[in-house]
């Protein structure tokens, strides 16, 4: 009786090979952080412009094929990473209608985030003063100051991220130089621009 020894390889390249005989071989990642980090940018665009789980699980966003592959698009042409497209789609800068992928310019956002958080120091900074001066207890105004700073820190985090960023993206990736220019009444009205991916823009009535 002949003892034959099982012999397990494991194949990380590219694709997967087909083999012969008694030679078995399997290209399957354990799960979808694995997947996506040991495959080129260019093969998750491809798969997530055919399979709506996956772009959904990448941008967080249920979309048909051809508003996928838009998308797809104007990440590869502006250079955009995922995070980034995933924050435009989320604070409403990249918009969805019906076929169309629509920038929507927001001006007013950045100014009232601005605002928002002077509002918000200033109301945390008497706060603070007012404890300083109290005469409370060491562990009272110590809870009452961790309190004031995860406050301000959540208000400053949602703030830059809901409404700063998203514009800053837009301005820095170059997609508010290929759009008509837009001013604070296009934000106040929500003008929207399609955004054409062979380079052209055309105004969105």
């Known amino acids: 009786m002949t003892n034959q020894a099982n012999n397990t390889n494991i194949n990380i390249a590219d694709q997967q090979r087909n083999a012969n005989r008694d030679y078995y ?4 990642a354990s799960s979808m952080r694995v997947y996506m980090s040991t495959r080129s940018d260019d093969d998750l665009d491809r798969v997530a412009a055919m399979n709506q789980r996956m772009f959904k699980y990448r941008f967080g966003l249920t979309a048909n094929a ?21 924050a435009l789609l989320g604070s409403g800068q990249i918009r969805i209608k019906q076929q ?25 900074g008497l706060n603070i003063f007012s404890i300083s ?4 207890s060491p562990w009272r105004a110590l809870i009452a100051l961790g309190m ?12 830059k991220k809901l409404m700063v960023a998203p514009w800053r993206i837009l301005e820095r990736s170059g997609i508010l130089k290929e759009i008509p220019a837009s001013n604070i009444l296009d934000s ?6 399609i955004v054409d991916t062979n380079y052209n823009t055309h105004n969105q009535s």
Do not use: H
């Open 133 to 136: 001066v109290a005469q409370a």
């Open 25 to 28: 071989e399997f290209n399957l």
């Open 100 to 124: 169309e992928v629509l920038a929507t310019p927001d001006r007013v956002s950045p100014i009232l985030g601005f605002v928002l958080l002077v509002i918000v120091s200033f109301i945390c």
């Open 66 to 86: 051809t508003v996928r592959s838009k998308i797809i698009a104007i990440k590869s042409r502006y250079n955009l990473t995922d995070p980034e497209v995933k």
């Open 148 to 159: 004031i700073f995860i406050i301000w820190g959540i208000c400053i985090y949602y703030t």
């Open 188 to 193: 106040l009205l929500m003008r929207s621009f």
